[in-house]
């Protein structure tokens, strides 16, 4: 943020729980327009795939997936023609 502030462009950072859509509304009621969103939560597990336990994986789609979709759709309301999404 401070690097794109210093050339002059306005930024912002939001901080949300991407697995919270009501989060990720809040975080968005804060941004009238936006012209980028960047995606750069991520989860991962280090466990064998047959090791994997119901709630882990519920942790890894909700962060992986539904937080993807849910902030795209947020910040895609907002966006006028032209914005982008960096995934």
């Known amino acids: 943020v ?3 502030e210093a050339k002059g462009y306005a930024a912002r950072h939001v901080p949300a ?3 919270s ?3 990720l509304e809040r975080a968005f009621a804060e941004v009238e327009r936006c012209d980028v969103l960047v995606t750069s939560a991520g989860a991962m597990s280090q466990k064998p795939f047959g090791r994997i ?3 882990e ?3 890894l789609v909700d962060t992986n997936l539904f937080g993807v979709l ?3 759709q947020l910040a895609a309301s ?3 023609r032209g914005g982008r999404i960096i995934n």
């Open 21 to 23: 859509r009501g989060s």
């Open 70 to 72: 849910a902030a795209c």
């Open 2 to 4: 401070s690097s794109l």
């Open 17 to 19: 729980d991407v697995t």
């Open 78 to 80: 907002r966006m006028s």
């Open 53 to 55: 336990t119901d709630e």
């Open 57 to 59: 994986f519920r942790r």
